[in-house]
């Protein structure tokens, strides 16, 4: 399990980019703090709430399976 956190932070990152957002623009859209975006995206949070990534994942218009694998 512990490369879960790099692949759920890779994958934000990746359909952050492909949507053109910056982390600023997600936490706006997914209305949480831009600072927990910094921390999901370089691993400083290990193991994000699932509502939390339910939000990212709305934001970004993926599921969460999509940003899990």
């Given at each position: 399990m512990a490369n879960n956190k790099s692949v759920i932070a890779e994958?934000?990152?990746k359909y952050r980019k492909k949507k053109?957002?910056?982390?600023d623009r997600l936490s706006k859209l997914a209305d949480?703090?831009?600072?927990t975006i910094?921390?999901?995206e370089s691993g400083a949070t290990y193991n994000p709430r699932v509502e939390t990534l339910k939000q990212i994942a709305n934001a970004l218009g993926v599921s969460i399976d999509d940003?899990?694998?």
């Open positions: 994958n934000i990152k053109g957002i910056t982390q949480i703090t831009y600072n910094i921390k999901i940003l899990m694998k």
